[in-house]
């Protein structure tokens, strides 16, 4: 299965869980909402007792209503109960299911309408407060993050409004002769208007869902290069990729550039297995990545028995020379360390350290395109490190990182100038280890 088919099978799963989670909030809602309308109604009998005795005949009607809404309220505790063992057990709500459900919750207005207008005026009910609450479950609907089901909410409860009014339209009695209130387009606009409301809802969780989608698949895309690149070169270098964009221009930095050799290399592998260079080279490295991570540098690239690292870019600090010096005396260290507890054979490494601008940036054709520092600085680092081999010493930097390198600098011996091809003038090289 290729990454694309990965990533789309990982987002329906996730969507999935995500609707189910969404169901139960609904469910919740609803429950709420039931719980409150029990309350409302009982209050509204205690205060205005007697306006509701001129309405109905007998309490008839309230204990129909109460009893319905207590009914529906344990419905939709049971129903989330079993959403949420479903969702434990990873299986989704079948949509048969899920369509059925929409239609029980859609024709709860329309059940306390038929109950409500047995003991009063039917065409009173279909102006009441009643007809409000298609609205509420229209609204809700769109936590189901479907457009069918939105739609389909919509169309209930429109349907049966329609039924209804049909049904009870004209039986007001001469209260409403020759008013809209007794003919069916001033109920068939009500209704319209509930289908409209459907579909609105069902764009809104269209357009939730497509955004929810593009949210996820743009963070597991951005997780998938941080985690495939990070790998192979700083999650810095990613992070910064990432926030600059493949559009982004290449930019003049001041840095300084540590170049890293393991000496004798060669003779030091020669005689073992595959499995051993690579282990030799995981502990050096794992201990170079380590150092020079904490001293906010970064390392570019591996270069065999080597590396190069980059103080300054693309995250400057504004003490790039002094991290620099700070990493390459710790890092003599630790390799030391790693040798005399034998985790190593002994071993020693050349560090040659520059500083200057450089280019940073995407480096390469519209078909690939790498990360790279780019300039003199570069080169002059690789050749100070060569150095080492001549002077017998384990770290060499120029004089401009020696001005720069405060404390750090401390304790440097001078070597003089040296002719470094690449530069016409010789450059002030320091002994720091």
């Known amino acids: 299965m290729d990454v694309q088919a990965e990533t789309g099978a990982s987002f329906e799963e996730h969507l999935a869980r995500e609707i189910m989670q969404s169901e139960r909030v609904r469910m919740a809602a609803l429950a709420a909402l039931l719980g409150a309308l029990i309350v409302f109604f009982v209050a509204l009998f205690a205060l205005f007792h007697e306006e509701y005795r001129r309405q109905f005949a007998s309490p008839a009607a309230l204990v129909d209503l109460l009893a319905v809404l207590a009914l529906l309220l344990g419905y939709e505790l049971v129903l989330r109960r079993v959403v949420g063992l479903r969702m434990r057990r990873g299986r989704s709500v079948p949509t048969a299911l899920r369509y059925l459900n929409a239609l029980v919750e859609t024709s709860i207005p329309s059940l306390l309408i038929v109950l409500v207008a047995r003991e009063t005026n039917p065409v009173h009910v279909l102006q009441s407060a009643v007809v409000l609450l298609y609205g509420v479950f229209i609204v809700l609907s769109t936590l189901r993050l479907d457009f069918r089901l939105s739609a389909f909410t919509g169309t209930v409860a429109a349907a049966e409004y329609m039924m209804l009014a049909h049904a009870y339209a004209g039986r007001g009695g001469e209260a409403f002769a020759g008013t809209p209130f007794e003919a069916l387009p001033f109920y068939l606009s009500k209704a319209g208007i509930l289908l409209l409301a459907g579909l609105a809802a069902g764009f809104v969780a269209h357009q939730l869902k497509r955004r929810v989608g593009n949210a996820f698949r743009a963070q597991q895309e951005r997780q998938r290069i941080v985690g495939t690149f990070g790998q192979q070169v700083s999650r810095e270098i990613v992070e910064e990729l990432l926030r600059r964009g493949p559009g982004a221009e290449s930019r003049r930095a001041f840095v300084c550039i540590m170049f890293m050799d393991i000496r004798d290399f060669t003779p030091l592998v020669e005689h073992k297995a595959p499995e051993e260079i690579v282990a030799f080279q995981n502990a050096v490295f794992g201990a170079a990545v380590e150092v020079v991570n904490r001293h906010r540098g970064i390392i570019n690239q591996f270069l065999g ?129």
């Open 305 to 433: 028995d080597g590396f190069m690292a980059t103080f300054g870019a693309p995250l400057a600090t504004g003490d790039e020379c002094a991290n620099a010096l700070a990493a390459a005396r710790e890092l003599v260290a630790r390799v030391g360390e790693l040798s005399a507890s034998g985790r190593i054979p002994p071993t020693r490494i050349g560090i040659g350290l520059h500083a200057g601008e450089a280019v940073t940036g995407n480096v390469g054709s519209a078909l690939r395109k790498q990360y790279s520092i780019t300039g003199n600085v570069v080169i002059l680092a690789s050749r100070i490190e060569q150095l080492n081999k001549e002077h017998g010493s384990q770290i060499l930097a120029s004089g401009e990182v020696l001005r720069a390198g405060g404390e750090q600098a401390h304790g440097a011996a001078a070597l003089g100038p040296a002719r470094l091809k690449g530069r016409n003038e010789p450059i002030d090289i320091y002994r720091i280890a």
